[in-house]
């Protein structure tokens, strides 16, 4: 009977632990709203980060709830209204992983002059996607979420994904390396779709 109850009692406790972790986790979580264009905010040059800290490791966790929030695999911070050289991406969740990365006050140090075509679309202009060349490979430099300086190698989607992130540090959207018609269409489609959101 003690057995019993001991073992009752314990499931409870693990039970009553496992409930005040996932509230500890979502408290900690902060999903911020995603700026869409034409928005002037996303036209900004981004601030180099003086310091990293544990405000803009906030920034970061946060940037990647947002991201996750939305199925996306990279966010500038930019987009969520901060105008600081930080970005976020997490590639690996194409395969059902998390494996988010940090890039902060990235710097493009070589691009190769073999350029590559790929479909793109961007949290900021959603539903939106199309064509863009870019250099196939590059190099970056960066800090990570610990301060440390680092050198990638990038091709395939994580060159692209950098240098899609990056282009918004720099108040730069994909939908600019289109035509100005095919520009101007997405962004009517985008005004519409927010349009019709709001009235429901």
């Not at 947002?66 to 987009?79: C, K, P, T």
């Not at 691009?111 to 870019?134: F, H, K, M, N, Y």
């Not at 108040?171 to 009235?199: N, T």
Request: glycine residues 4%; charged residues 30%.
């Amino acid at each position: 009977m003690f057995l019993a109850c001991t073992r009752a009692f314990s499931s409870e406790i693990r039970s009553f632990l496992d409930r005040l972790a996932a509230n500890l986790y979502l408290s900690r979580m902060s999903i911020r709203p995603i700026l869409t264009a034409p928005d002037p905010r996303l036209s900004a040059i981004s601030e180099p980060v003086a310091r990293v800290n544990d405000e803009i490791r906030e920034l970061v966790d946060d940037m990647l709830d947002s991201m996750y929030a939305e199925d996306g695999i990279g966010l500038a911070a930019v987009q969520i209204g901060v105008p600081k050289r930080v970005l976020v991406m997490d590639l690996a969740r194409k395969d059902g992983e998390c494996q988010p990365q940090a890039f902060i006050n990235p710097r493009l140090l070589w691009a190769s002059d073999e350029t590559t075509v790929v479909q793109e679309g961007c949290l900021s202009v959603p539903d939106i996607w199309d064509d863009v060349e870019r250099p196939a490979r590059i190099t970056a430099e960066f800090l990570d979420r610990d301060g440390t300086l680092k050198t990638v190698d990038a091709d395939g989607l994580l060159a692209t994904c950098l240098q899609h992130e990056m282009d918004h540090l720099d108040g730069v959207l994909f939908i600019d390396y289109l035509s100005k018609l095919k520009r101007s269409m997405a962004l009517r489609k985008v005004q519409k779709a927010r349009r019709l959101k709001e009235a429901v």
